[in-house]
């Protein structure tokens, strides 16, 4: 297990409440040895005018996801921050209804920095798209 403090699900709603998170409708749905996962609704809150998930949708998810990650396995969290220095994503593909789902894993983690990748799929399991975040730690 890569994470150094308890993390649950129900932690990580808590966390994210009464945020944009709360408000596009992000949801934590799994937390694994060495993964976490959430999603978001394909919806009225974050599709474009053309009924697509929006490009910003995906990155906040993969953004929200990486840098989540990226605190718990911080050796010294209460002296310890991080924060994104780099986003870089790819959209593979479309998502038009029901739920897009991000699992991040880790690429790297250095006392310094670290990289995460994160990979959206829609609800078949097709992908929707790719992000690497890189962190830093303060």
Same mark, same amino acid.
């Given at each position: ?10 932690? *990580? ?5 009464? &945020?944009?998170? $709360? %408000?596009? /409708? ?7 040895? #060495? ?17 697509? *998930? ?5 990155? &906040?998810?993969? $953004? %929200?996801? /990486? ?7 911080? #050796? ?28 991040? %894993? ?33």
């Amino acid at each position: 297990m890569i994470w150094k403090a308890e993390i649950t699900v129900e932690g *990580l709603q808590r966390f994210v409440a009464g &945020t944009m998170l $709360e %408000t596009i /409708g992000l949801e934590f749905v799994a937390i694994n040895t #060495d993964s976490i996962s959430a999603r978001i609704p394909v919806d009225h809150r974050t599709v474009q005018p053309y009924g697509i *998930l929006h490009g910003g949708a995906s990155a &906040t998810l993969a $953004e %929200t996801l /990486g840098s989540i990650a990226a605190q718990f396995v911080l #050796d010294k969290p209460r002296e310890q921050k991080v924060v994104g220095i780099e986003l870089n994503i790819s959209h593979l593909g479309q998502a038009t209804s029901g739920w897009v789902i991000g699992t991040v %894993t880790a690429i790297r983690i250095g006392r310094r920095a670290q990289v995460w990748d994160i990979r959206n799929v829609d609800d078949q399991g097709k992908l929707v798209s790719i992000a690497r975040l890189t962190t830093m730690v303060v």
